[in-house]
């Protein structure tokens, strides 16, 4: 049994993590959204509220977009961060496949193989995290500036964004606690 599953080691790592596919897949076809901005009808006629404002609100308002200028890039970077590192998870986890498979067997060392099977299935369960993330994410933004007040939409959506990034950061820690994976 153990040369069978040392044998076929990558063919297992492989269908499991299909299987992950698989409903990350099914997901995108049920989790429909766009995380795009009508402005024009989210926040009314801008030039308006603008003109509005006083120079002292002008100013105020200058110096919160330059600040999400900067943040937003830094912002996007930690969402492709944990996108990345997803992925050089699963390399890792491919890779040293043989090892905890070949204890599987074992009574002493087969907790070592079942925790990496748990690991694996964790692996492919985060892929459903994020799309869960992303959904309500683009939900979230999809609601934002209904009130008007351009102060509070800037804000929101920079509030969400930071959510999603602190969402997807603990997607894999989610899915782990969920499998009892170490």
């Known amino acids: 049994m153990a040369v069978y599953l040392v044998s076929h080691t990558f063919d297992i790592t ?3 993590f299909e299987m992950g596919q698989s409903v990350v897949q099914r997901s995108a076809g049920i989790i429909t959204g ?7 009808a989210a926040l009314g ?3 308006a509220q603008l003109d509005a404002m006083g120079i002292g609100e002008l100013f105020g308002l200058l110096v919160e977009t ?4 900067i943040t937003m890039p830094i912002l996007s970077l930690c969402v492709m961060l944990v996108l990345i590192g997803r992925m050089i998870e699963i390399y890792i986890y491919c890779s040293v496949g043989a090892i905890p498979f070949a204890t599987m067997t074992n009574r002493e060392w087969g907790q070592m193989g079942q925790n990496y099977l748990r690991g694996l299935v964790a692996l492919g369960l985060q892929g ?15 609601q934002i500036g209904s009130g008007g007040n351009l102060h509070a939409s800037i804000w929101q959506c920079a509030g969400y964004t930071v959510l999603l990034c602190f969402s997807l950061f603990k997607t894999g820690a989610v899915s782990k606690s969920i499998l009892n994976a170490h």
């Open 45 to 47: 006629d801008v030039s």
């Open 128 to 142: 459903f995290f994020i799309m869960i993330c992303v959904a309500i994410y683009a939900v979230l933004v999809g």
């Open 14 to 16: 492989m269908a499991i």
């Open 66 to 69: 330059m600040l999400l200028k």
């Open 34 to 40: 766009s995380t795009s901005v009508d402005f024009a």
